[in-house]
């Protein structure tokens, strides 16, 4: 069993910034890929970025050169900084987990924190 909780999100101007963090709890051991999505109203739920426990990352295209993903193995915490945030980034974040034990994921996944970027 894994839980992730995330935090930081809220309400933010253009072109300003946010960091998200996900804490994991609980069987943590066997994960693998972290990853963050979001999902807007009305709108299906989008993978924004990943990173692997060997620091491979990617990233949606439409949120290249703004955000950064990264992960704390040891505190077993994936952030991610959102900058140069633009409308079209409002969404509730989800961070996600991969256990390659369960076959293929996301296995696990947060509660949500709502990011509102205001034009």
């Known amino acids: 069993q894994v839980q992730l909780v995330e935090s930081g999100g809220g309400l933010v101007q253009a072109g300003g910034s946010l960091r998200l963090s996900c804490a994991a709890t609980g069987s943590i051991f066997s994960i693998n890929a972290l990853g963050w999505y979001r999902q807007a109203p009305g709108k299906q739920r989008e993978l924004v970025a990943s990173i692997t426990l060997g620091g491979s990352t990617n990233y949606a295209d439409p949120v290249k050169g703004r955000f950064t993903i990264s992960r704390d193995n040891v505190k077993n915490t994936v952030y991610l900084q959102m900058n140069s945030l633009k409308p079209e980034d409002t969404a509730v974040y989800y961070c996600?987990?991969?256990?390659?034990?369960?076959?293929?994921?996301?296995?696990?996944w947060g509660q949500g924190t709502q990011v509102t970027v205001s034009s």
């Open positions: 996600a987990a991969d256990d390659p034990e369960l076959g293929t994921g996301p296995h696990y």
